[in-house]
């Protein structure tokens, strides 16, 4: 990747550290989240063109709260420290930060006091969002005060030097509901770090293909291909680069959802050209799965199962050169943290390299955000269906029927689940919702159809919003939406009598029944 402008979020911990790097790249400027015990000499290696600190959950009191070397704040770099990251930036230069006896959260109306570059374009009062504690009771020496808030709870609501070009904000600038948030963060960009913006979707995308032609030369490249979107959109810019000597590989295990495997095929064979072997085990999956109704036996075995699937195909491919991996920015970060307690063991590509004989993997979206991975497959001009695709399991419809995993299980599902997609989509609201499917819960009960009983499944519904699956809430879908999908389930599939909506939030609940 050529250089550009480089912006390092220091990450203290808080709960939007991530939006904050997205707000940066989303105003043009390349940023990276970094944990927050960086050394002076690796932000140094570094070189970026400004710093922000994020919030976090501390107090600089505590000693066990991280902190940082003054050194970082004579490197002639800018700072913008954000609510814990502001505190931070008195504590250290000889402020006063002070505990205030309850917490502020929410909506505050701040009043500028001084524009300076910080806050050009801002009106003299705005809605600003809190979200602390501790509060700066008075900024350092040779800073001014920027902002306060009218009820008196911040005096000092921000802080700053022009010619030291650092600064702080108490409220959180990242947030949607502080109304002039982006543009407090684009003046520190621009004005004040004077970056120029060279981070763009379109540049971006022609600067990897460019890249990976000459990385990739003449040499074959294999990857697989889920249908899902970062295996999707890295499968298209690979190929864009070096065309055919891209195979991709689709397993069909059997357990997508309606038509799906078909459309896959249709967008990425047909209509790109894309060179896509589909390997169908739907049988093979079907049998391993006979008898099994434990969640975790069902994952490992359409786990292993997947890759020997795919081993058989790539064995039959030869040897290549590179394999594709759709890994994302957050899975970087998330594979640099602490272990934590299995809930379910995730199926997914990872376990390919061991059994493909290939030199070097390559990851062209390691870089990205879900939302810029849309934008890339947007400029790559997929289609908008797969581009906003719902996130889908590896193990599919297998862990939304719970028991054993039967023919006529998966028809039923299958039928019910694209019922209630259907009817999400014409209310308009499948781009709104994180994730919505049908389930089945191994618990028939008794109905009546016509004047005959009936003894059949009870489908849930589930639908949840989220930002990124860690926690989510159940969609509050309208009622009419829910009773048409009820009566056209009932009405239209085969073996569903009772249909159910999921009013769990995650956690304590999943957002996968399995
Ligand atoms: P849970 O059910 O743990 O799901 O709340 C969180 C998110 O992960 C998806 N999910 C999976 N994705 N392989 C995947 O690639 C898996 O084995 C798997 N299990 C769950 C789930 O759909 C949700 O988006």
Redo the contacts with the bound molecule.
């Keep these: 990747m050529e250089k550009h402008e480089r912006v390092l979020v220091l990450d203290f911990g808080g709960q939007y550290n991530q939006l904050i790097a997205r707000r940066v790249r989303d105003l043009n400027v390349y940023c990276d989240l970094k944990n927050c015990d960086m050394t002076v000499e690796e932000i140094k290696a570094y070189n970026p063109i400004g710093i922000i600190f994020t919030g976090g959950p501390n107090s600089v009191y505590e000693e066990s709260s991280p902190h940082v070397p003054a050194e970082i704040f004579s490197l002639g770099i800018p700072v913008l420290g954000i609510c814990y990251g502001c505190q931070l930036i008195a504590y250290t230069l000889g402020g006063e930060v002070t505990h205030a006896q309850t917490s502020e959260y929410g909506k505050r109306e701040i009043r500028v006091l001084k524009k300076g570059a910080l806050f050009e374009g801002v009106p003299a009062r705005s809605v600003s969002w809190m979200s602390h504690t501790d509060y700066v009771s008075r900024a350092p020496e040779g800073f001014e005060v920027l902002a306060d808030t009218e009820a008196g709870t911040c005096p000092v609501a921000a802080f700053g030097s022009a010619e030291k070009k650092i600064y702080g904000v108490q409220f959180h600038p990242e947030v949607v509901h502080t109304e002039y948030g982006n543009l407090v963060l684009k003046n520190f960009l621009y004005a004040v770090c004077g970056v120029k913006g060279d981070w763009t979707m379109s540049g971006f995308v022609a600067e990897q293909v460019r890249a990976l032609r000459e990385k990739i030369g003449d040499k074959k490249v294999l990857c697989a291909m ?1 249908g ?1 979107v970062d295996s999707a959109v890295a499968a298209t810019l690979i190929h864009k680069a070096v065309g055919n000597q891209l195979v991709c590989v689709f397993v069909d295990h059997g357990l997508l959802r309606k038509y799906e495997a078909d459309e896959v095929m249709e967008v990425f064979r047909d209509k790109l050209g894309m060179n896509l072997i589909k390997a169908d085990a739907g049988e093979v999956f079907l049998e391993r799965l006979k008898g099994v109704s434990d969640p975790e036996k069902k ?1 490992k075995i ?2 292993e199962e997947f890759i020997r699937t795919f081993e058989k195909e790539a064995k039959k491919i030869g040897a290549v050169d590179y394999l594709v991996q759709g890994t994302i920015y957050p899975d970087v970060i998330e594979s640099g943290k602490g272990k934590s307690a299995v ?6 590509v990872g376990g390919l390299p061991s059994v493909v004989d290939f030199k070097e993997i390559i990851e062209p979206l390691r870089d990205l955000f879900k939302d810029e991975v849309r934008r890339v497959g947007f400029e790559l001009g997929l289609p908008r269906k797969v581009v906003m695709r ?6 599919g419809l297998a ?1 939304r029927i719970m028991g054993e995993v039967t023919k006529e299980k998966l028809e039923t599902l299958r039928d019910a689940d694209f019922i209630f997609r259907d009817e999400i989509a014409k209310a308009g609201l499948d781009e709104k919702i ?2 919505y499917f049908a389930v089945i819960t191994n618990s028939p009960t008794v109905g009546v159809m016509g004047d005959f009983r009936t003894y059949e499944n009870v489908i849930a519904l589930r639908a949840v919003t ?1 930002v990124d ?2 926690t ?1 809430d159940w969609a509050r879908i309208p009622y009419d939406v829910l009773e048409k999908v009820s009566n056209r389930i009932v009405n239209e599939v085969k073996h569903a009598n009772r249909i159910v909506y999921d009013v769990t939030s ?1 956690p304590p ?6």
Excluded: D, L, V, Y
């Design positions: 889920s899902g994952r359409i786990g809930i379910k063991s995730h199926h997914n719902q996130p889908f399991p590896g193990p862990i994180w994730q989220s699956a860690m989510a995650k609940a999943t957002i996968e029944w399995e």
